[in-house]
């Protein structure tokens, strides 16, 4: 009994340094980040156009299109498809991925496509390719713009991200950011 | 060398780098003697006060024990009436239900015993009050109950003879003030800083760049995740956990959180030997723990950076290696190195989905926390581990023909009864909880649950026997991860992992401290030529050896049922 009483007191004073304290302190900190602690948005022309760490859909031609889904991008929840490597429904759905790329991408071999093309991600709101996945989308960028293989291939080089310190994990290109970078540069000149 | 291989290769480092001189520092503070967190002291002697608390007062192995049980029943009733009723409660901006009643109890005993196991999904079925007040509160206490109840385990080793093994309040409390909370600090401002959200802010909403509407769930996320790792919880904030983008923004916080979850758990192995004032023993067991790691780590990121051979089959390159079910900004290397830590530490955060892992890699995450002791969670991975070793000092006596002692105990049949019975729990409690839920999966099918017994799985074949598998090792080992593609939040779910977490979690506990408590009321029989020696390599690979062969025996035939089954149908 003695135990009990202790143990309630304890919760309760435990509650307001862990659940309140620290939390409130954490969060006033976070308003001096980058997006103030609500996720760092990405703005065109004063409006928010996503958020620079969530995938969204892109299934436009004239957009570099990001990774499969398994919850279609939708960032009100995350996840993966688990889909176990040996399923046979799962390698049918690898094979279609890999026929509509080559359908929109007639000029690509198979040994070209990068996996993380033809795979969902695990939350399902990856933002990210890797620099080859970007290269194989060129062309077909290209046919739906008014662009040049080399003003695109250049933007692709400029939205590459060397991995951290330049050492330390992989390489990568942030979709959203690629594309608004993309819209801007086929806006005429005033 | 790869980009990716230096990645993980940094990440081993810190690990130990910080890992090393935390042991060392722990083992000075719960000893009481002068480190410079000291200055804590004001708020920790406030906290007793306002507790009733004298954290003076010595304790027994009973008493100790009832006093964290005591705590532990508490957070059940009050979890479990918050869980079932947040819809009623404040701090719920996106409108979250309240939890039915076996969810709720299943979640409430997922906490409480650091297991973290998630039947819900965080976006849609918790509000930030749970979050926060349940949730990360639990994060932070059932770490600390596990290392409070290990230091009680190494006091009793301390002293020669003693029935006094410190005062449980005292070492909850400064496990939370000068372990956890501070480090918690540290790395929440970490995350907050590299883009994960840390305000109270509600969902967001804003139309994409192709023009459709898409609603984000936010939350102060930072702190919750912070704790997370470093108590070995894994109970994530998103659905998705770390692969969720906003809780696991770029590679730096990768880093961040794979070396949080590891550093208390290597600690705490190196504690062990610097407070009982025999270091090599605490080294002997650390070495023989990173074997073990080492020897689920190479081969799993071998079959990770290996790819899948049947979407090889189709022409595809796989340049990083299989991607399923992975981030691009982690790549399959780091996502096959956190796999293996996550399970062998008792976290169960994961980067990258598991489910969607190669064949041979989910064996491995099963057998990590199957055998649960190589570094393990908070505090009771060295219990455990201490398990093993109660079994493999027993061998060794019987081996050459001696009564078996342990750092100067004699070590006689209600100990080795104890260990025994602890050592039988765990392939009790998996296999018969996979074999039961095989056959309601084969016999009851269309039984009327909130999901169907013919529809739990989410793979078929050899796949959908490991996610049952995997679903009750996880229980009972409180890991907590999964392979999530299993239908998990119905009764019989609910209802049977509830019973496997609390069961294994407790009696786990209560066995080592237990031993523990007995073996220090003994006489003390100082070391003599033909004592046991435990500290040395010879003891470490005999316990290793012991290690090996109790979960050989234990699991093999379901491992072969499962991962390795599947593997062999694969293409080549």
Known sequence: MKNLVKSIRLTLVLIVLLCVVYPVFISFAGKLSKGQGNGETISVNGKVVGYANEGQSFTQQKYFWGRPSAVGYNAAGSGGSNKGPSNPDYLKDVASRIDTLLKYHPYLKRSEIPAEMVTASGSGLD??????????????????????????????????EAPLLGLFGPAKVNVLKLNVALDDLAKPAN | MNTELLGIAVSFLLMLVIGIPLGKYLAKMFAGEKVWTDFMKPIENGIYKLSGINPNEPMDWKQFLKAMMCINMLWLVYGFFVLMNQDKLPLNPDGNPGMTADLAFNTIISFVVNCNLQHYSGESGASYLIQHFIFMFLHFTSAATGIACAVAFFKAFRDKTTTNLGNFWNYFVKAITRLLLPLSIVVALILTFNGTPSSYAGKDQFISLQGDTVHVSRGPAAQMIAIKHLGTNGGGWFGANSANPLENPNYLTNITEIVSQMIIPIAMVLCFGYFIGRKKLGWVIFGVMMIGALMLLIPSISSETGGNSAIAKMGISQPTGAMEGKEVRFGPTATAYWSTFTTIVSTGSVNGMHDSTMPLTGLWQLLGMMINGFFGGCGVGVLNYFIYLIIAVFISGLMV??????????????????????????????????????????????ADWAVKPSAWLNNPGYHGFSEMLYEMTSANANNGSGFEGLGDNNIFWNVSTGVLMILGRFLPIIGPVAIAGLLAKKKFIPESAGTLKTDTVTFGLMTFAVILVLNALSYFPALALGPIAEYFSMPK
């Not at chain 1, 194989?136 to 080399?150: A, F």
């Not at chain 2, 006689?412 to 296999?431: C, D, G, H, N």
């Open chain 1, 127 to 160: 933002p990210d390719i890797s620099p080859a996945a970007a290269k194989i989308q060129i062309e077909r960028i290209t046919h739906n713009r008014q662009l040049t293989v080399m003003q695109v291939t250049d933007l692709v080089a400029a939205h590459t």
């Open chain 2, 401 to 446: 023909g001696r009564t078996p002692e342990f750092l100067g105990h004699k070590v006689e049949a209600r100990e080795v009864k104890i260990a025994a019975l602890i050592t039988l729990l765990s392939p009790f409690l998996i296999m018969a909880g996979t074999a039961i839920a095989a056959f309601v999966f084969t016999n009851h099918g269309n």
